[in-house]
């Protein structure tokens, strides 16, 4: 229809045809501008929502934790490693220098972000015996093992990944890549001696 | 209307793309430059409107699906951590409600265009019945969607609307009974029901998208109706579809948009019903049952007959009769502009439909009732006797010529003359 | 004209049916609601913060130890565009309830201080204990009331300051009062709130009819509390399509401007 007898461009002085462009350009402006916004709830729909960010808690005795022991809970949806450690796994995690770690970073958000990966900075703060962290591998996101008596902790006395080999150390530290961080210590604070409540 | 393709690539991908699978052509040729009356009205800008709102309720509903959970015990309260948690959720659900009325409202407005334009006359049977269909299926899955949040109005309007196949009974003792139970998955409505509710309105739009498909095939095989009622004779009498009608259209989906947007943004539950706000409750049936707006006139009928199986026959039938109006108009004349007689019943027959509306809202006692039956009547005798009736005996009013000269009142362009000449 | 009375006959001879001339009957239907004026009503409207503070000290203190609101939670206290309690009132104010949390390790079930994350506790543990010990009427949940009558806050005002004496030719069953809002007129719910009953410290006058219009308001924002954002984004919207149609109404015409020229006055 391009041939179409129809007129499209009579004649038209230039100031016509400028009034013409520049009502066109406002219209595919418009369009442009609205689609846009009507895309934006589209998309934030599939963030969190309300109910998830309202930080729920997670309380712990840790009474019951001997030496040695380890439980695991859960923090938004997420697995908490709480490992009550022995003076060996202490002393073995401050033996290590921070230049052999593939990550030399603490990952701990209750302290500022270029805190360097030392067990104290991993530890519980004044109470090293504890380690709470987030027990998520930093490579894919798999749940390393060591929790449990039995399971193989890698070759550094922490945690393992089943998934693709990652060692982690017994302040949590990756030693064995292919996990590019440390795992990341959760926000949480002691309320009293033996109870802790994350998030 | 078949033109000769004007498609060009323009570049060499566009050239191999075209040589196997001519889709840009095919756009091309169907929404760009496709001919079309140049003398189309407002009441022409519908189909524009109902595309682009079935469109949008797709779009929010399958974000919607992202948070619905379609359990009996937990249907309700996943629509409201939609309506208060989810982000933009309020906005989503409340577009998909109220668009859902605009959906049908927009689409009675197109159905009486055509039937007032005559736009089920041949060539253009398949194209009115398919839109035919598409209503059908609209009703279905604007009644399955109503259940979605399992509060007392979706709960009993499940109930009512299938218990409606039960007068099956009366025709073949116990059929009605198996195939509603067989409906609800149960001895009564429930948790399965409501199931096979949600994952049939999810299913639904997307057999309305199909088949508007195919209503817009159809519609590009004759070309548009328009409102002379008369064939384009010349070129001349066409414009491209863009950017006449694409900006056009795109004005009066603006227009139609602020009416959405009061709705939406400032009356969202108006055209709801406040019992749908309270749970659903299988002892307790509210004191006052009442659809949706948009089947308050199918309702009224149902309840103008006084027996079951009948009143149901006169449900289906008051949609179903819609599928014969190309066969039941027996005049020649396609716009009613152009039929004086005629005229004064097709206004009767919206004043009919409106009134039906009313009455199916008002408790089905006294003059209510009467007046729900004389509207039915009228409502069945306009398709049935007025359309082939009037037909035969009307005298219509002298066509115009050409769509020229009913757009311009004579043949001839003097003015476009001179300026040829000028020019 | 003739032609309906035709229809007229022919209805009634069809159906057999004579139209009867009473009223349509008056049991069950809602008496007239009078209309309230509340900030939030129109189309800038908003909640006002201090009201709705004020009305859920009014369902504390007394709706709420029958009724349970079980879709909202504390945090919602503290959210933008409702009540607007500070962080740190929210948290007093959830750890003022228990909160039946658990099981705990032991597989007991325990009570602890609410925290914001957690819903509105319930006054009863299901619908059996609160029928029992309200002679069998179930207190409905309040979470969306205001959107789940006809008339929303305006009927929750009139029925609040609905109570009056039952009129003397009418048998009220034991136990019920006579309410004038409430369809039917009898309501198993007793008139609580009464002048004084809630102790308001901003200097509002202690009135039933206070306590009834926050309370109102604070309910309305429970069912939709999201409408002050409703409003606002909606007005921008609006806006915007109005500007977008007006453009769009001059590009249509630039567009078929050249048609029109070749006609004399006729619009398409």
Same mark, same amino acid.
């Given at each position: 229809m391009a041939s179409h007898e129809t007129p499209l461009d009579p004649v038209l002085d230039d100031d016509e045809m400028s009034r013409r462009d520049v009502i066109l350009i406002a219209a595919g402006g418009f369009t442009a501008i609205g689609t846009a916004a009507a895309l934006w709830p589209l998309l934030d729909q599939m963030n969190p929502d309300a109910s998830a960010l309202s930080l729920a808690t997670t309380d712990v005795d840790l009474a019951p934790i001997e030496v040695g022991q380890a439980v695991t809970v859960v923090w938004r949806g997420k697995p908490i490693f709480i490992r009550h450690r022995t003076p060996e796994e202490i002393e073995q995690a401050n033996a %290590?220098?921070? !230049?052999?770690? =593939? !990550? *030399?970073?603490?990952?701990?958000?209750?302290?500022? !972000? !270029?805190?360097?990966? %030392?067990d104290e900075n991993r530890a519980a703060p004044e109470r090293e015996p504890w380690l709470i962290m987030i027990g998520i591998c930093t490579h894919l996101g798999c749940i390393p093992q060591g929790q449990a008596p039995g399971q193989y902790k890698g070759e550094y006395g922490g945690w393992f990944c089943p998934c693709h080999g990652s060692q982690y150390d017994t302040a949590g530290r990756?030693? =064995?890549? *292919?996990?590019?961080?440390n795992m990341y210590i959760p926000p949480y604070a002691f309320t009293s001696d033996t109870k802790i409540r994350i998030g | 209307m078949a033109h000769p393709s004007t498609y060009q690539p323009r570049s060499g991908a566009e050239k191999w793309l075209d040589e196997r699978l001519p889709v840009a052509r095919l756009m091309h040729d169907q929404f760009m430059t496709f001919p079309t009356p140049r003398n189309l009205n407002y009441w022409w800008t519908f189909g524009g409107i109902l595309t682009f709102i079935l469109v949008a309720q797709i779009v929010t509903g399958v974000v919607l699906a992202m948070h619905y959970i379609p359990a009996e015990d937990r249907a309700f309260d996943s629509i409201e951590h939609i309506m208060r948690d989810v982000n933009w959720g309020w906005l989503l659900r409340y577009s998909h409600a109220v668009g859902a009325s605009m959906f049908f409202l927009a689409a009675y407005i197109h159905t009486f265009r055509g039937l007032y334009y005559g736009s089920y006359k041949a060539p253009r049977e398949v194209l009115w019945i398919l839109g035919v269909l598409i209503l059908l299926l609209m009703i279905a899955t604007a009644f399955m969607g109503y259940s979605l949040p399992w509060g007392q109005m979706s709960f009993w309007a499940v109930t009512v609307i299938t218990n409606l196949f039960s007068s099956l009974d009366a025709i073949v003792p116990g059929l009605g009974t198996t195939l509603v139970q067989w409906i609800w998955?149960?001895?009564?409505?429930g948790g399965p029901t409501l199931n096979r509710l949600y994952s049939l309105h999810y299913l639904f739009p997307f057999i309305i998208a199909g088949v508007v498909v195919l209503h817009i095939w159809a519609l590009h095989v004759p070309g548009n109706n328009n409102p002379a009622g008369i064939e384009v004779k010349s070129p001349k009498e066409t414009v491209p579809f863009h950017p006449y009608y694409s900006i056009k259209d795109g004005f009066a989906l603006l227009m139609f948009l602020l009416l959405f947007g009061v709705f939406l943004f400032f009356?969202?539950?108006?055209?709801?019903?406040?019992?749908?706000?309270?749970?659903?409750?299988?002892l307790q049936t509210p004191p006052h049952i009442v659809p949706e707006w948009y089947f308050l006139p199918f309702y009224a009928i149902l309840r103008a007959v006084p027996d079951k199986l009948l009143g149901v026959i006169a449900l289906v039938s008051s949609i179903v009769v819609l599928f014969f109006v190309p066969w039941l108009d027996t005049s020649k004349v396609r716009s009613t502009s152009y039929r004086p007689v005629y005229r004064w019943f097709f206004w009767a027959f919206v004043v009919t439909c409106i009134a039906l509306g009313y009455l199916g809202s008002q408790a089905p006692e006294g003059w209510y009732l009467f007046f729900g039956r004389v509207f039915t009547i009228y409502y069945f005798a306009f398709f049935l006797v007025v359309m082939p009736v009037v037909g035969k005996f009307e005298r219509p009013r002298r066509l115009p010529g050409s769509i020229t000269e009913a757009v311009l009142g004579h043949a001839e362009q003097p003015r476009s003359r001179k300026r040829e000449a000028v020019a | 004209m003739t032609r309906h009375v035709f229809l007229n006959l022919l209805g009634t001879f069809l159906l057999g049916f004579a139209a009867p001339d009473?009223?349509?009957?008056?049991?069950?239907h809602a008496p007239e609601i009078a209309r309230q004026s509340w900030s939030f009503a129109p189309p800038f409207g908003t909640f006002d913060n201090a009201q709705l503070q004020r009305g859920y000290q009014v369902y504390r203190d007394v709706c709420g130890q029958c009724h349970s609101m079980r879709l909202l939670s504390y945090r919602n206290l503290g959210e933008p565009g409702g009540p607007e309690f500070s962080a740190k009132a929210v948290e007093a104010l959830a750890a003022k309830s228990q909160i039946t949390d658990g099981p705990d390790d032991k597989g007991q079930m325990f009570q602890r201080p609410g925290r914001p994350s957690d819903r509105f506790r319930s006054p009863y543990a299901n619908e059996q204990a609160a029928r029992s010990a309200n002679k069998g009427a179930l207190p409905p949940d309040l979470s969306v009331m205001a959107k789940a009558r006809a008339g929303g806050p305006d009927y929750i005002y009139a029925l609040l300051t609905g109570y009056r004496d039952a009129p003397p030719d009418m048998n009220l069953a034991p136990g019920m009062y006579y309410n004038e809002a409430f369809p039917g007129h009898q309501i198993a719910m007793p008139p609580l709130l009464q002048d004084g009953a809630v102790a308001y410290t901003d200097g509002t006058e202690k009135t039933l009819d206070n306590y009834a219009r926050d309370v109102s308001a604070f309910l309305m924002w429970a069912a939709e509390p999201k409408l002050e954002e409703r409003h606002k984004v909606g007005m921008r919207v609006m806006i915007f399509l109005l500007v977008f149609a007006v453009i769009m109404y001059l590009a249509k015409r630039t567009v078929w401007a050249p048609l029109h020229k070749h006609r004399d006055t006729q619009s398409s």
């Open positions: %290590t220098p921070l !230049d052999d770690l =593939i !990550d *030399p970073l603490a990952r701990n958000v209750n302290l500022p !972000d !270029d805190a360097p990966a %030392t990756v030693r =064995i890549g *292919p996990a590019p961080e | 998955g149960g001895f009564a409505v009356a969202p539950n108006l055209l709801g019903h406040a019992d749908n706000y309270i749970p659903a409750n299988p | 009473h009223a349509v009957g008056q049991d069950g």
